[in-house]
Structure formats: C-alpha cells, structure tokens
C-alpha cells in the first residue's frame, strides 16, 4: 500500500483528538512505520485500538487502515502464514462492504490475501492466489499505487504454479504499464522478476534483473538492503561465483530478526557451505532448527518443509549423521500439511541416502569413557552435535548418558526424540515414580519443549503428590494457564515441595494480580531465596503494599530504611522511569526514589497518557542499563528501571503552555513560582523550537511544556497564575485548552496562538 492514498489521515488524527483520543491520535500516522521497521510490540497493541476505536466513531476507512497495517505487519516481514489466513480472508470480505469498497486502498486487501496464503504454502495456494489477484489486477490500472504490490504477488504465484517463464514475461509487461503511465516498478517487483528468471534458469539474466530493481524505490525501505543481499547472494551462488556471493549474504545477527528471509538465506548458505567459505557450525544448525519451529508455529508449512531440507543438506556437511534424518522425518511429516507437494518425496529420499552415505564422525574414547569425557569437554569448544552421536549407544540404558544425552538433544532443538529415549526409560518402565527429582525435571522439560502435554499429564500421574503437582504446575505456567499453575503450584507445596515450586507459585500468582500471596509464599521461605528472588519478594510486596515484608526484603539484602512502620516514603535519590506511551513505544520519566521498588514522577506529563507527576508507581529495581565505568560520568548517570504498575495516583492534572521564550530573568522568576506551589513543570521544546514575530515574521525563540497541578487546585486558579507570572513578558504566553476549558479570555489565547504560529 502506498501511503500516499492516506491524504486524509492528518484530518482523522484531528478528529480523534478532539474527541480526546490523544493517544491513538499519536499513534494514526505511525502505524506503517511500525510495520516495516519490526515494532511489532507497539503495533500488535495500537493497530486493534485504532481499529476499535475507527469502528466505534464509525470511520470505516480507518478500520480497513489499521487493520490492514496490522495484517502487513504480520504477513510481512515475520512471515505468518495459515495463522493468518482467517484474518486476511475477513479483511477481504470487510474491504467488500458498501461503505468500504469505496476506499482507495482496499484493492490492497487482495495483496495481503495472496501473501498470507503464499507464506503458508506457496505453490499448494498458486491458483487461489492467481484467481484473487486477476480481477483485482484488471479493475486498477497502471497509474494506481496499489498496481506495483499486485503485480508482484501475481508473479510470485505463476513462479510457485511452476510457470516461471510466464511470470518473466508479465513481470516484463507490468514494468512496460508502469513505465508508460510514467510511474516506475518497485524495487520488489524488480527483485520478485529476478527470481522468476532464477527459476527458469536464466541465473545471469537473474542477476542483471535485481541489479537494476536495485535503483528502484522500495516498497518496504527498511528491508530493501537485507532483502536484496539474500537474493543476490542466492544468485550468485547458483552461477557459482562463490567469493562475491559470500560478500553479498548479510550475516546471520542482521537476517535473524527477518523471517521474510530465513529460506532464501539458508539456501544459499547451503550451496556456499561445501566450498568451505561459510562455517558451518553445529550453532548453525540450532539456528535453522530453531527457524523450522518458528515456521511450525506461524503455519508456514512450505517454508518449514524447505528449510528442514536445506538444514538436512547442512548437517551432511557437518556429518551429523543423525541430524539429517531428524529433518528428513520432519519434513516428510510436514507435507501433509501441504496442499501441494510434488518433488517432494524425491529430495527426502535423496536427503535420507546422503545420510546413510555418511560416516559419522569418530568417537575420541571408547564407550565406557564418553561420560566422564562429555564431563571434562570445554563448553565453550565442545560440538554438542557429535557429542549426540557419540552417546546415543549409551543413552536409554545408562542413567548419565541418557541424562547428558537427551537435554543435549533439546538444547540443540530436538526435544521430542530426547523425551522418547527417556520414556522408553523410565516411564514404560514403571520406574518413573522412584526416579531421581533431577531425571523427572529433565523429561517434564523435555516434553513441555515438545509440547507433549498429554504425555506429560501421563507421566505425572505415576509420581508421587508433591513431584506429580509440580510438575503440572510447570505445565501450566509454559502453557501461561495461572491460575491453574497457582493451584498445582499449592499443592505441590502443601505435600512439601522445595524452594523452586514457591518461585514457580510467585510468579504465576503475580501474573493473575494476587501479589500478596506471591510475596507471603517467597517470605516464607526467606532463609532459602537469593538477592534476585528477594527483589522478587520486595516488588510484589509493595505491589501489594505488605510493607512489613518489603522492610524484611529490604534488611536481608542490606539495605537500610529510615522507618519502621506504615509505608515507605524516603527519598532516595533521582532514577529515570520507563513507561509505556500511548503509541506503543516507551517514554523515560525523571523520578524520585521513595523506597526499595517505588518512586514518584516527577515531571508533568502531557493530556492523555495514564500518568502524570505526583504518581506513585513500583517498578523492577533491576538496572535497565549499566552503570558507566567512568567515575565523571557515573556522577551524572541516573539509573533507569523499568515500570511494573500504577500503586497510588496523584490525581495530578496538566496544562499546556506555549509562545515565545521570554527574557532568562522573567524564566527564572516563572520558575520560581511554579516551585513554590509545589506545580511540577518541564519544558518540551528545544533550542530549535521558535515561532514568529508577529509585526515581522522573523523566527523567535520559542517554549513550549506543560505544568501540572494538584487535585485540590482548580482550573481557574491556574489560569490566574499563569496570567499573573507573565503579565509583564515582553510577548505573551497562550494556554489555550486550559482557556477553553473554564471558557476565560479564549479569543485573547486563540489570537496568540494564530498571530505567533503557535
């Protein structure tokens, strides 16, 4: 979607504020930018409340705004695929309606559509993505923005029809449309033309085609640079020219975050790894295995199959042996999630022979040594990956292989081929209800990893109460089911559960609000916790205001408090608060300390946020940033801790303020009576704010904050101040809500506001 279609989001963000959505308001135009730059934090909060706010102020464009941004923001770069499908589905449905169809952007609907079923399963959805996409194709013409993006799915779906040469010739066209109607192709119409040469064969043709799409305008500019590399390094790879395809792949830390990427780049890596220019590392391998999981759970089905394969091919390389068939048995499982797998069976059988083909490498001792030798390995230099070959003779009968070989297995991605070899062991056996607390915490590990619930529902039903509920407790709490893990968790520790199930109990507790228990079941065991469970302890206490338990909290980690009694309100210095903001993002408020876990903002804080100077707040007293070496900049580094909850408000309201700077003289003064009030103010303009003289039009120093008040002061009476503090300032201040609000001197303020350019 181009974004220029959207010449009415500046009169939508008015409208939303005046109805005194400040926030959402804040948030309207950067809802793109969240997309495509990964802030999907703030955009899986904003974009559903924008929607639910456009519905309810009945703006039906702005519906279909959000929640396409949304769609965007998870089809696009992190690549959902059947997850999504439903939802992509009703916004086409939506983009129907009579009072939408109207929108210029919804032909966008039909490319969102095509992508989430591409992600999914690219040539099984070929032909759906082909009938979706014509009729939409030939409603809009050339000279449309939304043209570029359909295209370019259009010949994304004829290279997965298995019709390359058809998608280089429309793609060839397209561009020759757009060029005739004086617009230029996108670069990933260029870039998507480029791999349909690849696919026909024409490597060369395909590197001449993205070189050009390179000095096409993106899309999506933020995954221009990652994009284009992956692709080119593909190409070059294929032609053999190994060196610059090496210098044209971006490292692993940069695509990481871009599941978009992930098989492209795995490919090509897979076709570099045998020259040796690549390392291909057993970390390597976690990493794929790693993506083919993220890829299972997004329903991207295609791209699992595919990068199992590839990843199959790369532990060939490394002779894991064992590996290989792993990812040859998870992708033959995974076809049957597709709806099109011809070839398929083919590269598997082929995967498996190499496999057998391979000789593993050999042991550094013999078998009755192995323990003792995994023992002695450096963990830093240590391949976990043969070290799974070298024990499985051993693992499933020896009690310390099996122990070092099974969570190996899970560290490196395997867990549910560690929990069968366990199984087998203890619990066919019968032997699981006698087994060793370490071995039961292993498999339970193992098979919540596996997400092997019902096993592991099984096997806790043959252990003894108090293992058997912590072990439920453990489930539920990876399952995010508290209050279920808060009752598993009691019980586990009614029949005499340690330490461990008190911190599971906490933490689950907490999550559900009910930090008076989290807190009393740490106390409880207060002999037993470390510093991190005892700052644990002191912020659900004072979440809870338990004070007399954060002052225990408080004495065991050394820490010293004036009072004895009652709440804790000491001042303890000057920290930096963060907070969420309205847009999703974060916003970092000067505070003062007043206990171990809570401080009170300080400054005052716009119209619209959930906070404002005077409020009490109890945050994680764990350091968000390190504290500098340098003893000169240590002197003026204020800690930053991350905000858990609201404790008491200060009913504190502000107002703003803005015009042009007065004299330093008349400031200080203005601050001065602010500070004898007790009214907290900050200015929010730089020196690069002015405004305009009204007489000459040349630039002024200009000021612009808020100032916030108490609850017992009234509007009016601020109103009086501020009209008494300035009276006498060369150029005049404007409030202008404030004037509005209890309706005094509003023409005076709007006239201000107007002459000065305010």
Not at 53 to 64: C, G, H, I, Y
Not at 649 to 666: I, K, L, M, V
Not at 674 to 700: F, I, Q
Request: hydrophobic fraction near 45%; include cysteine; aromatic fraction near 8%.
């Amino acid at each position: 979607m181009d974004v220029d279609i959207w010449a009415w989001v500046g009169e939508t963000q008015q409208q939303l504020s005046e109805a005194g959505n400040v926030g959402l308001a804040m948030a309207l135009g950067d809802l793109p930018a969240q997309a495509y730059e990964g802030r999907y934090p703030q955009l899986d909060v904003m974009a559903p409340a924008i929607a639910g706010q456009a519905e309810t102020l009945q703006l039906p464009w702005l519906e279909f705004y959000a929640r396409y941004w949304h769609l965007m923001g998870r089809i696009g770069d992190r690549a959902q695929g059947a997850v999504a499908i439903d939802d992509a589905r009703q916004l086409v449905a939506f983009a129907q309606r009579e009072d939408v169809r109207d929108c210029p952007a919804t032909p966008a609907a039909a490319e969102a559509m095509a992508i989430a079923l591409a992600n999914a399963d690219g040539p099984g959805y070929a032909a759906e993505r082909l009938e979706t996409l014509a009729p939409v194709i030939e409603g809009v013409g050339p000279d449309n923005p939304a043209f570029s993006g359909l295209v370019t799915q259009y010949v994304a779906a004829l290279i997965d029809a298995g019709k390359p040469g058809e998608a280089v010739s429309y793609a060839e066209s397209a561009v020759e449309r757009l060029r005739a109607a004086g617009r230029e192709a996108s670069f990933e119409l260029g870039a998507e033309s480029a791999r349909a040469l690849l696919a026909a064969g024409r490597a060369e043709d395909a590197l001449t085609a993205l070189q050009a799409a390179s000095g096409f305008k993106p899309d999506d500019p933020v995954a221009k640079e990652h994009r284009d590399g992956v692709r080119r390094a593909l190409i070059l790879a294929t032609l053999g020219r190994t060196a610059e395809s090496v210098d044209a792949l971006p490292d692993l830390d940069v695509v990481g975050d871009h599941p978009r990427v992930w098989v492209e780049w795995t490919q090509a890596v897979s076709k570099l790894a045998p020259s040796g220019v690549i390392a291909n590392t057993w970390q390597l391998g976690r990493v794929v295995r790693q993506w083919i999981d993220y890829f299972g759970m997004m329903g991207g089905y295609r791209a699992r199959v595919e990068l199992a394969l590839s990843g199959g091919d790369l532990a060939i390389g490394r002779k894991g042996v064992w590996q290989a068939r792993l990812l040859a048995d998870l992708a033959e499982s995974g076809t049957a999630e597709l709806r099109e797998s011809d070839g398929l069976a083919e590269r598997i059988a082929a995967l498996r022979a190499a496999a057998d083909a391979t000789e593993p490498p050999a042991a550094p001792v013999e078998l009755e040594e192995r323990v003792g030798r995994f023992d002695a390995e450096d963990g830093f230099n240590a391949d976990p990956e043969k070290w799974v070959e070298w024990l499985a003779p051993l693992s499933g009968t020896d009690i310390e292989a099996t122990r070092r070989h099974t969570t190996t297995l899970g560290f490196l991605g395997y867990p549910a081929a560690g929990a069968d070899i366990y199984w087998k062991m203890l619990v066919d056996t019968g032997e699981i209800a006698s087994a060793h607390g370490d071995d039961v915490a292993y498999l339970t590990t193992l098979l919540i990893e596996a997400r092997q619930d019902e096993r592991l529902e099984q096997m806790a039903a043959m252990l003894p109460h108090a293992d058997q509920q912590f072990a439920l407790a453990r489930l539920h709490s990876a399952r995010e089911r508290w209050a279920e893990a808060v009752d598993a968790a009691e019980h586990a520790i009614a029949a005499g559960a340690g330490v461990e199930a008190r911190r599971l109990l906490a933490g689950a507790a907490q999550q559900i609000d009910q930090n008076a228990r989290a807190a009393q079941v740490l106390a409880e065991a207060l002999d037993e916790l470390t510093e991190e469970d005892t700052w644990r302890m002191i912020v659900m206490a004072t979440s809870a205001e338990d004070w007399d338990i954060v002052r225990k909290g408080a004495a065991k980690i050394g820490m010293p408090l004036k009072s004895t009694e009652g709440p804790i309100e000491e001042e303890m210095g000057l920290i930096r608060l963060v907070l969420p903001a309205p847009d999703g993002g974060q916003r970092q408020v000067l505070s003062i300390r007043t206990g171990p876990a809570t401080a009170r903002l300080a400054l005052p804080q716009p119209r619209g946020m959930d906070y404002n100077a005077g409020d009490l707040v109890v945050f994680d007293p764990q350091l968000l940033e390190p504290v500098p070496e340098d003893p000169e900049e240590q002197q003026n580094f204020v800690p930053p801790f991350a905000a858990v909850r609201m404790l008491r408000p200060g009913g504190y309201t502000s107002y703003f303020f803005d015009g042009a700077a007065p004299s330093e003289e008349d400031w200080a003064e203005f601050t001065e009576v602010m500070a004898e009030r007790g009214w907290p103010m900050w200015v929010y303009s730089d020196e690069n704010y002015t405004v305009t003289h009204p007489s000459t039009g040349e630039p002024l120093p200009g000021v612009f904050g808020w100032v916030a008040v108490p609850p017992n002061v009234t509007p009016a009476e601020v109103d009086a101040l501020l009209d008494d503090a300035t009276e006498r300032w060369v150029h005049p201040l404007a409030w202008l809500d404030l004037a509005r609000e209890i309706g005094v001197e509003v023409e005076r303020h709007e006239r201000i506001v107007k002459e000065y350019g305010l």
